[in-house]
Every structure is written in C-alpha cells, then in structure tokens.
C-alpha cells in the first residue's frame, strides 16, 4: 500500500530561521509523482512542487528548496530565512493512478 | 481567474438532515475530486470523476454520493448527516487524470454536524 508519512507535526521557529519539513513515502511502483502543497490561515491548498521519481535533482526556487532521495524514499522540504508569511499547514503527497495520497501535514509557525 | 469556486464556505447541519456542497471550476479540466479533511489529518479521497458521466468511488466514500452532469460541476451530497461527517471538505480539479497531474483546489467548505 502506498503511504505518506510526515513525522513532524508542528514546526515552531523564529522568523530568518531555516527549517526543514520531513517527508516519507512507501511505493511499490517505479514511476511515480510527489507533491508538496501549502495551506495557509485561509484554509486553500496552494500548489508548490512536483516532481518525478526518475528526476533526483534537487530543486531551488527562491527561498524554498526541495531534496529528493529515493534511496531513504525522502521527499524533504526546506525554506531558508524563514518569514512569517511561511506559516501555514504544509502537506506532502504522492500520486496513485492520478489520486493524491496525503501525509498528515506539518503546521509550522513563524514567529516574528 | 475563478479557478475552483465551492458553496457554501460554511455550514451547520443537523443530524440526519441532507445537503449538497457544490463546485465549480472554469478551466475545462476533464478530472475533478472530493476530499475531506479531518483536524491533524491529510486530505482522504471521497470520490473522484475522469469526465462528464463518469464518477467513481475514492477512500471514504460512504455516506456521501456525487454526478457529474457538466465538466464545470461535480456537486457533492450528503443525505443522512452524521457527526462524523463534521470535517472540511475540498473540491479539486486537473487537467490530467495520469499520476502527474496537478490537482488545484478550491478554498473548502467547513461543515458541522450537530
């Protein structure tokens, strides 16, 4: 079964902080897609990331930079210099057939 | 730039009444979901669409029954409500139905069954 896991449940740092957000998964399949996605206060789920399995490229894009490692199934999440801006409800997610398969979301609080 | 508009954003129920969650989304995607989100927990599939005519069965399906009658509208109905469908519900859409998809969403209807 495909599973998401994402241990950190809340997050609290001081704004200008780095913080990194963890992301496990379980798949069987060889092809597959993960998804990072931001839920700020305002409650939508806000699109940031895809990325293919066979792409291990890290990835940066401003201030957000995503590590993707298939050997420990890793998918993590890292901001640098954080803003209060960055507090929200961040969900990892790993496609099935075109179905989204969540983790459980890690809240992360920027304090000023 | 609508993207994905649901109605209403909030609702109270009673138990065993029924209602119906709508969506709607302007950009001509042929695949739309139903999720649920339920405090400190992921996103669960409730039911999904490839199409106009076409709805199939996500994770959680019971309790709730959708159509899809349009490509611009997959309304979501509740008939008998329970406490345990107190929750957030997320209508989402995408132009591809493959595992690469992107799936944009709406901005959730919170709903409680009292």
């Known amino acids: 079964a495909q599973k998401v896991t994402q241990a950190q449940t809340e997050i609290s740092v001081v704004e200008k902080e780095d913080v990194t957000l963890d992301c496990v998964y379980e798949t069987r399949d060889t092809t597959y897609y993960l998804f990072w996605y931001k839920q700020p206060p305002s409650g939508e789920l806000v699109f940031l990331i895809r990325?293919?399995?066979?792409?291990?490229q890290n990835e940066i894009s401003g201030r957000y930079s995503w590590n993707f490692q298939k050997s420990t199934s890793s998918f993590n999440f890292t901001i640098t210099a954080s803003q209060v801006v960055d507090s929200a409800v961040y969900f990892c997610?790993?496609?099935?057939?075109?179905?989204?398969?969540f983790g459980q979301g890690t809240t992360l609080q920027v304090k000023p | 730039n609508a993207g994905v508009t649901q109605t209403p954003k909030f609702r109270i129920l009673k138990i065993g009444q029924s209602m119906t969650l709508q969506c709607a989304q302007d950009?001509?995607?042929?695949?739309m979901y139903w999720y649920r989100q339920d405090p400190g927990m992921g996103l669960k599939l409730i039911y999904y669409s490839v199409g106009a005519g076409i709805t199939d069965k996500g994770e959680v399906p019971n309790g709730y029954n959708v159509s899809r009658s349009t490509t611009e509208d997959f309304p979501l109905r509740l008939e008998l409500a329970a406490p345990s469908q107190t929750s957030v519900y997320f209508c989402a859409s995408s132009p591809s139905g493959s595992f690469a998809g992107i799936q944009y969403f709406g901005a959730g209807t919170r709903l409680s069954v009292l």
């Open positions: 990325r293919n399995s066979f792409d291990e």
């Open positions: 950009m001509n995607h042929n695949y």
């Open positions: 997610a790993l496609s099935e057939r075109g179905k989204l398969i």
